[in-house]
T-cell receptor
């Protein structure tokens, strides 16, 4: 079945450092790909998405490019802030209205 | 828009008791999802509905769990009888066909 694999955390960075969180997937066809963020005590919020190969999703300085050839959707940010500390989830779905399949999440901790 | 509303936010109950979690999706959304989040297993899909009809309940752990969606604006997840291993955060999410998945703030369930 479909699955999402994320790099193990936690990831600990200093403010203004470059961030990469790796995400690869296993799925048939061309799923849509997502990154969600979860702040402590809150639900998941959509960070960005890409619905076809070579699409780049971006939001709040975060970017991820849908790479079909490597089945990857790595999350990047050029300069992290303390406020970016959260858990980040990579997810996929094949069709709008069907369930999202999530990776296990990567905890990011940014210190000043 | 008030977003996806879940109640209660926190629930502490004794083993063997019945627990009912509630969800009000965003008006106009036609899909509703129940997820469970634990440290060990991450985010697991329990069940989802399209147009109030259950589509996939393969993630429901066992017969102690049941979910209903009597109308487009309300869903319940019931656990009877509850067990300590059911302790988790339960999330409800709703979506429309444009991949707009929105999550509630979750219900933190503790079974003692």
């Amino acid at each position: 079945g479909d699955s999402v694999t994320q790099m193990e955390g936690p990831v600990t960075l200093s403010e203004e450092a470059f961030l990469t969180i790796n995400c690869t997937y296993t799925a048939t066809g061309y799923p849509s790909l997502f990154w969600y963020v979860q702040y402590p005590g809150e639900g998941l919020q959509l960070l960005l998405k890409a619905t076809k190969a070579d699409d780049k999703g971006s939001n709040k300085g975060f970017e991820a490019t849908y790479r079909k050839e490597t089945t990857s959707f790595h999350l990047e940010k050029g300069s992290v802030q303390v406020s970016d500390s959260a858990v980040y989830f990579c997810a996929l779905t094949h069709q709008a209205g069907t369930a999202l399949i999530f990776g296990k999440g990567t905890t990011l901790s940014v210190s000043s | 828009d008030a977003g996806v509303i879940q109640s209660p936010r926190h629930e502490v109950t004794e083993m063997g008791q019945e627990v009912t979690l509630r969800c009000k999706p965003i008006s106009g959304h036609n899909s509703l999802f129940w997820y469970r989040q634990t440290m060990m297993r991450g985010l697991e899909l329990l069940i989802y509905f399209n147009n109030n009809v259950p589509i996939d309940d393969s993630g429901m752990p066992e017969d102690r769990f049941s979910a209903k969606m009597p109308n487009a604006s309300f869903s319940t997840l019931k656990i009877q009888p509850s067990e300590p291993r059911d302790s988790a955060v339960y999330f409800c999410a709703s979506s429309l066909a444009n991949y707009g998945y929105t999550f509630g703030s979750g219900t933190r369930l503790t079974v003692v």
